[in-house]
């Protein structure tokens, strides 16, 4: 890809922590799109892409989750949005209807069908699925919750019509305790998380 491509960095399912190498990747990309399930504003002021971010709430981004002066900018993100790209445009969801991946994929593809592709979490795995159209996406987990195999995300580059997808993951960390949003201190283990 020359130096015209567009890159953009997906990523979903933070919940109050951003992984430092996920925030490394978003850096070197022009635009960061976040589906959901961010955990608090100090994330999208995390987020650095060279250009602009876009995010959306998720079923835990609600005042339980969020601090009370962050509320101000959790009532401004929408519940979906679009990202126009050069070649085509992203719907971005946050994933947390009903159905096995399978119905919603299914629902996806005909429900957002004049795009070219979905952006989804919510299920905080990892997903590229390019065989259909439009393309489904889904970065994992992009903090420490429930990362499964390691907390990533996806590089999305666009050049025109030509799209490419990289999927990225990165080692799990061990992190000794996460802070609440209440103040109160819970331990935590890799696989222990808030849905």
Known sequence: MSSSALRVAILADTHGFLDARVAEQVAGCQIAVHAGDIGGADILL???????VTAIRGNNDDADHWSETELDVLEKLPRETEVALPGGKLKVIHGDDWGTVEQRHKRYRT??????????GHTHRQLVDTSGSPWLLNPG???????????????????????????LRFPPRQYRAKRRRNGAAKQEGPGQADD
């Open 46 to 52: 995390a987020l650095q892409p060279t250009e602009s």
């Open 111 to 120: 429900r957002f069908s004049d795009y070219r592709g979905i952006v989804y």
């Open 141 to 167: 987990a992009a903090g420490r919750t429930r990362t499964y195999e390691g907390p990533g995300c996806l590089i999305l580059t666009c050049q025109g019509e030509d799209w490419q997808i990289e999927p």
